[in-house]
């Protein structure tokens, strides 16, 4: 092949290898049962055998737990929210947040990196002139349209994950708003799951929906802030003067 012939791209089937990873590991899952242990009854009837390992084997759990984490961001395991519960029931308000934030931010990088690599190009090819100017707008505050993604309890955290790659977001950017965006969500559920062993130990049935109903309005609030840049922007921001033509 000479130096000048264009190169073709990978067939699109090829191109959405990590679509398959990832379709793969949410069917191991549900075949084995995974899924069903993230769940408040698995954390109260293990409390104590969780606690124990947790005593004996920090490094290890503090790993495990990072490891368990990223993967069920990656896989988009659905009922990740009890992990972070677990977090803070395992290892304490700040000892769960850190870990779930790190945890957190690896998975999402991994879908950032999978859905761009995968499907982001040819995704921008086929969507033409409509994307592109949803590219423009992000493009202008990227970051704030990045945390407003984070803190909107309306989107879920696949979305938030991947609908950055799709609009070409810079992967510092991305890494930035993620680790710092989810703070005030994993704060809130490691702090129900910090209170859960006195909870149990008592043998009272914990009211998480209830607890969890009671953050959104402090969540949307965050999203309506992370958003004033853009409105400031676009209403706002003077428009430079045109200038008459002289005579």
Not at 1 to 24: C, G, N, Q
Request: proline share 7%; no cysteine; hydrophobic share 55%.
């Amino acid at each position: 092949m000479s130096d000048t012939e264009i190169k073709r791209p990978a067939p699109l089937w090829r191109r959405l290898w990590p679509v398959y990873v990832i379709v793969a590991g949410l069917a191991t899952g549900w075949q084995l049962g995974l899924f069903r242990y993230f769940s408040l009854e698995t954390l109260r009837e293990q409390h104590e055998a969780l606690r124990a390992f947790v005593e004996n084997n920090l490094l290890l759990a503090v790993a495990a737990y990072v490891v368990i984490y990223a993967l069920s961001t990656l896989f988009m395991v659905p009922g990740a929210l009890w992990i972070t519960i677990a977090g803070g029931f395992l290892f304490g308000l700040a000892g769960g947040s850190a870990t779930t934030v790190v945890g957190a931010t690896l998975g999402a990088s991994l879908l950032f990196l999978a859905a761009r690599t995968a499907f982001g190009g040819m995704l921008r090819e086929r969507a033409g002139p409509f994307l592109r100017k949803m590219e423009a707008g992000f493009h202008q505050n990227p970051r704030s349209y990045m945390f407003a993604l984070r803190f909107l309890p309306i989107v879920p955290f696949p979305v938030a994950n991947i609908a950055p790659a799709l609009l070409g977001a810079r992967y510092p950017d991305y890494a930035l708003t993620t680790a710092i965006g989810i703070i005030p969500g994993v704060i809130a559920y490691t702090w129900i799951g910090a209170g859960l062993g006195a909870t149990f130990e008592a043998g009272e049935n914990p009211d998480i929906a209830a607890v969890a109903g009671n953050l959104v309005p402090a969540f949307a609030a965050l999203a309506v802030v992370s958003l004033m840049p853009v409105v400031w922007k676009k209403f706002f921001a003077r428009r430079p003067k045109i200038e008459s033509p002289t005579a």
